[in-house]
């Protein structure tokens, strides 16, 4: 029977992504967030198909997202921590995004497994920065009393490899606006959206890969951010990111990484499920002593992990 009710809660937990996914894109959790609504309320709020409304509300309601009062539904306030507030530790809400954006890639398997065709994942920027948001708050928290964070505050030179859409650059140009900022990223696409954030900025966009950087003494820190995984030749841009920093410099990379042990422990389900999307689009996750042994033979020095929750850690190491 366990079993059972185990099984069962997967298939159960496809649905829970799709209406959480469904309600923040279509705006009906935010419009909840505001104030208790009927679905009549709901539906003309966001201009949407009332039937469809209805059905995701009674399937909210279901899931027990949200609750009926008097006719009302309501939002609870732990509910809109989780679901909507990007800054909450306990922010769930882009994890659930990325999940249901990814699974319209799912289509790709057969050819995966068939003839191990991968699919680039510059189709899915949309899932991504649904998914590193709260890598950059989870990263922004665990820096806040250490020498990155002193060094942002005086004003200092960071690289960030594999910026991406930039949405994490315009973060910390929000949040240290006397430092500077240099992004690379090989994809066309991501580079197009991270130099429309950085109009007006002090910050650089350039199309580049890691592994041909020739950055020398340049920057105080770098920043990787799930960029490292996705590199053909890790070592190559860790050498690079060394040489890339000025003495003392300092080094963060933020990655998901494989257990060693506890495979089947629940806070490291997600990573090993996780592992199948990663292998649609040609990549793997690293183990912790993978990046060590990349940073030591970089020559990096002071080598530290930072569990972020959900298998996912801050490791710093300095030049
Ligand atoms: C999962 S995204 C993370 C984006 C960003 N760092 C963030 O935190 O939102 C990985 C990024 O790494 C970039 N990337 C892939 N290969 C790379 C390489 N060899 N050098 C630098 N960036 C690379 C991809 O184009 C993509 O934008």
């Not at 935010?30 to 009332?50: F, G, I, K, Q």
Request: charged fraction near 25%.
């Amino acid at each position: 029977m366990a079993d059972f009710e185990r099984l069962w809660s997967y298939s159960v937990g496809f649905y829970g992504v799709w209406i959480v996914h469904i309600g923040r894109r279509a705006g009906l959790l935010a419009r909840l967030a505001d104030s208790p609504a009927t679905v009549d309320n709901l539906a003309a709020a966001t201009c949407l198909y009332r039937p469809a409304v209805q059905a995701w509300c009674s399937a909210a309601i279901a899931y027990k997202f949200v609750s009926k009062k008097s006719g009302k539904l309501h939002l609870a306030k732990n509910m809109k921590a989780m679901l909507l507030d990007t800054k909450n530790p306990d922010y769930l809400g882009g994890q659930f995004s990325y999940l249901a954006l990814r699974s319209l890639e799912y289509g790709a398997f057969d050819d995966l497994f068939r003839h191990g065709l991968t699919r680039d994942m510059t189709s899915t920027f949309e899932a991504i920065q649904q998914a590193t948001d709260w890598d950059h708050n989870a990263f922004l928290a665990a820096i806040k009393n250490n020498k990155i964070h002193l060094l942002l505050s005086k004003g200092c030179r960071l690289l960030d490899v594999g910026c991406g859409t930039g949405s994490f650059l315009a973060k910390l140009h929000d949040k240290y606006p006397k430092s500077v900022f240099v992004g690379i990223d090989p994809s066309n696409e991501a580079v197009r959206a991270a130099r429309q954030m950085a109009e007006h900025k002090p910050v650089k966009i350039l199309k580049q890969k890691g592994e041909v950087m020739k950055f020398s003494d340049e920057f105080d820190a770098i920043y990787l951010g799930e960029s490292l995984y996705a590199a053909q030749d890790r070592q190559r841009i860790v050498y690079n990111c060394h040489r890339a920093l000025k003495k003392d410099g300092v080094l963060a990379i933020v990655e998901g990484l494989l257990p060693e042990s506890n495979l089947q422990g629940n806070e490291n389900r997600l990573i090993m499920g996780m592992q199948l999307d990663f292998a649609l689009q040609g990549h793997n996750f690293m183990t912790a002593k993978e990046i060590r042994r990349l940073l030591r033979a970089s020559g990096f020095k002071a080598i530290q992990f930072t569990d972020l929750g959900g298998a996912l850690y801050l490791v710093t190491a300095r030049k």
